[in-house]
């Protein structure tokens, strides 16, 4: 599997938004994507009832086998409340268009976002890069406040979080530049 990058500009985000405005189901699995964290896998098994009226999503990782609770925010539950208001509970968020009440794939939900992605410009931004886009911008917004983002991502230690966000060469390379001996 290749290395994926977050998305660190909020422009490029704002692009990417407009991109896939015409298209609901994909312009949700975006949104959800990035406001969540959640991994591919764990969100295309999302039902309608999972999320429905609910402050907070609340899942077992399949990856970690570890416990989650993360909030809906805003800018999701204005995409996710008008989408699943006709679908029973038991419904999958994103449905495949193939067969009755089936997930998309994860080759699918990855064509979905490398071509969304592509197409303002970005490469090496898979679906996994969904999940580092939230925690790049939430280490930025709260003050490099590595020990939140670790909480997040359920990570061990600083060393993972930094290589994961892809700060560490960055840092360096800005701590380099900075030098004027």
């Not at 399949?62 to 809906?72: A, H, L, S, V």
């Not at 539950?77 to 509970?89: G, S, W, Y």
């Amino acid at each position: 599997m290749n290395f994926t990058l977050p998305i660190k500009s909020k422009n490029k985000v704002d692009e990417i938004k407009q991109t896939l405005k015409n298209n609901p189901r994909s312009l949700l699995l975006f949104m959800f994507a990035i406001h969540t964290g959640i991994r591919c896998k764990d969100i295309l098994l999302m039902r309608a009832g999972d999320v429905r009226d609910a402050k907070h999503i609340k899942l077992v990782e399949m990856k970690t086998k570890k416990t989650k609770k993360i909030i809906i925010n805003d800018a999701l539950k204005v995409l996710l409340v008008p989408f699943i208001k006709d679908m029973r509970d038991d419904e999958y968020l994103f449905q495949s268009r193939e067969g009755l009440n089936r997930p998309i794939s994860r080759s699918q939900a990855h064509r979905i976002i490398t071509k969304a992605t592509s197409k303002v410009g970005l490469s090496d931004i898979g679906f996994h890069g969904l999940r580092k886009t939230l925690a790049y911008h939430i280490y930025e917004q709260s003050n490099h406040n590595i020990g939140l983002v670790m909480s997040l991502l359920q990570h061990n230690s600083q060393k993972t979080t930094l290589r994961y966000l892809g700060l560490t060469q960055d840092s360096l390379d800005e701590a380099i530049l900075k030098v004027n001996l």
